[in-house]
C-alpha cells in the first residue's frame, strides 16, 4: 500500500511560480511512475505530467510543456512539480498518483492516489 500526500499549493499572481511536493509511504519508491494530474471546477480530471520509473523520462501535456517540470528523488521517496509562467487557466486542484513498473499514459492505468493541493492563479 503507498499512500501519497501532496503539497505546496497556494495562492499565486499570473506569471509567478509553485513547487508542488507529492510524498510517497512505502517501499520501492524508485519502481513506481508517478504522474501530476489536475482537476478544475466543473471540469474533467486533466494528465499534466509524468516521470517514468527505471529511466526518469518525462511527458508534459501540451498545455504545460515548457512551463512545468516534473522530477523525482528516489532517495526521499518524493516527486516534485515546479511550475512558472503560471496563467489563470492553471487554477485547479493538483493530484499525485502513482504506477507500480508501469509507464501510464492514462489515469485509469494509476493504482494510487493523492487527495490534491489546491492551485489558485489570479490575474
Known amino acids: 500500500q503507498v499512500q501519497l500526500v501532496e503539497s505546496g499549493g497556494g495562492l499565486v499572481q499570473a506569471g509567478g511560480s509553485l513547487r508542488l511536493s507529492c510524498a510517497a509511504s512505502?517501499?520501492?519508491?524508485?519502481?513506481?511512475?508517478m504522474a501530476w494530474f489536475r482537476r478544475a471546477s466543473g471540469k474533467e480530471r486533466e494528465f499534466v505530467a509524468r516521470?517514468?520509473?527505471?529511466?526518469?523520462?518525462?511527458y508534459y501535456s501540451d498545455s504545460v510543456k515548457g512551463r512545468f517540470t516534473i522530477s523525482r528523488d528516489n532517495a526521499k521517496n518524493t516527486v516534485y512539480l515546479q511550475m512558472n509562467s503560471l496563467k489563470p487557466e492553471d487554477t485547479a486542484v493538483y493530484i499525485c498518483?502513482?504506477?507500480?513498473?508501469?509507464?501510464?499514459?492514462?489515469?485509469?492505468?494509476?493504482?494510487?492516489w493523492g487527495q490534491g493541493t489546491p492551485v489558485t492563479v489570479s490575474s
Open positions: 512505502g517501499r520501492s519508491f524508485s519502481r513506481y511512475s
Open positions: 516521470i517514468s520509473w527505471g529511466s526518469s523520462s518525462t
Open positions: 498518483a502513482a504506477a507500480f513498473e508501469k509507464n501510464c499514459g492514462n489515469y485509469g492505468c494509476y493504482d494510487y
